[in-house]
């Protein structure tokens, strides 16, 4: 029961000029399928064979850096394609309430996750995290990790995500990160964004 790139639930163009094409393309072919060749590979040798991948992460404290790099990888990026999408919008329903109690502002809280990406030394991830129960946080992560790790320091489940490691944005961005983060917004996909919230607040 191998693992497998899911296909992009959109084309690589849909997301230009905010991510463009040349990315989307090496991003989910070459970058996310290396990762989960690297996962299935170390399958066997850990007797992680037909688990899920929320349970690999939920023990990855006890499993080897090829596990939490590529297992995380593997999770992060599934997820990265299906809350982007080409028709951007804004926050609805329960997740707005959430989010505008949380931070004040649908503003207030895009600044903070901004922040967070910026100031991810390296490679990582910010994250819009809800806790069990609905109550919303801001974080970000180094390399793949992610919070739903039983180590991770900010651990729930993820509502938004953004990859802020260089095969991301360079192409376009080169290295104005902060640009990036600003611009991603636009492909925000905010029905599954909330469709998701909804799942962990209800
Ligand atoms: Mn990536």
């Not at 690297?38 to 899920?52: F, I, T």
């Not at 109690?101 to 649908?106: E, V």
């Not at 994250?127 to 974080?139: M, N, R, S, Y």
């Not at 990790?145 to 651990?155: Q, R, S």
């Amino acid at each position: 029961m191998a693992f497998q790139v899911p296909p992009l639930p959109y084309d690589y163009g849909a997301l230009a000029p905010t991510v463009d094409e040349e990315t989307m393309k090496l991003h989910h072919d070459k970058h996310h399928q290396a990762y989960v060749d690297k996962l299935n590979g170390a399958l066997g040798d850990n007797g992680l064979d037909g688990k899920s991948i929320e349970d690999i992460l939920g023990s990855i404290s006890s499993l080897p850096p090829i596990v939490r790099n590529n297992g995380g990888g593997h999770w992060n990026h599934s997820f990265f394609w299906e809350i982007m999408g080409p028709n951007g919008g804004e926050p609805s329903g329960a997740l707005k309430s959430a989010i505008e109690s949380a931070f004040g502002s649908i503003d207030d809280m895009k600044e903070k996750f901004n922040t967070a990406g910026a100031n991810q030394f390296g490679s990582g991830w910010a994250w819009l995290v809800a806790k069990p129960g609905g109550e919303l946080e801001i974080a970000s992560t180094p390399n793949q990790d992610n919070p739903l790790m039983d180590d991770a320091k900010v651990k729930g489940t993820p509502v938004l995500g953004n990859d802020v490691w260089e095969h991301a944005y360079y192409l376009t961005y080169n290295n104005r990160r902060p640009d990036y983060l600003k611009a991603w917004w636009n492909v925000v996909n905010w029905s599954k964004a909330s469709e998701i919230y909804e799942g962990v607040a209800k």
